[in-house]
């Protein structure tokens, strides 16, 4: 029997902002490679879906974190591309470090047994 895939992950507030400042580190994307990218790095339990993907990205880029050009995509279209700025660089260390520190506040709530043995 083959075991049941597990259901897809609601984002948590600000969490998208974090993603698409992570996936844009290595440099430009446009928004549906964004989305693509983080699915397949998710292994498909994180989908982003338009309606949540092109408002993040526009309130980033209002926010100066990231920049945003024309140009053209490698299917020949006008598509917009997204950039991370340095001060997106500088934003995506301090949210990385406030998601470390909130994934280890979860697990320790979530198995206080490990603590509680050291």
């Known amino acids: 029997m083959n075991p049941k895939p597990p259901s897809r992950v609601e984002l948590l507030q600000g969490t998208l902002d974090l993603l698409i400042l992570r996936t844009l580190l ?8 964004i989305a ?8 498909d339990l994180l989908q982003v879906e338009t309606g949540s993907l092109y408002p993040a990205l526009h309130r980033l880029e209002a926010k100066g974190w990231i920049a945003a050009s ?8 006008r598509a917009r ?5 340095p001060l997106g660089r500088k934003q995506l260390a ?3 470090t406030k998601w470390q520190a909130f994934s280890r506040a979860i697990g320790l709530i979530l198995n206080p047994g490990d603590q509680e043995a050291q």
Request: charged share 30%; hydrophobic share 15%; no cysteine.
């Open 26 to 33: 290595p440099g430009t994307s446009h928004g549906h490679a």
């Open 36 to 43: 693509k990218h983080i699915q397949r790095t998710s292994e």
């Open 94 to 96: 301090t949210e990385q």
């Open 70 to 77: 024309w140009d053209l995509s490698e299917k020949g279209k």
């Open 81 to 85: 591309y997204y950039r991370l700025t």
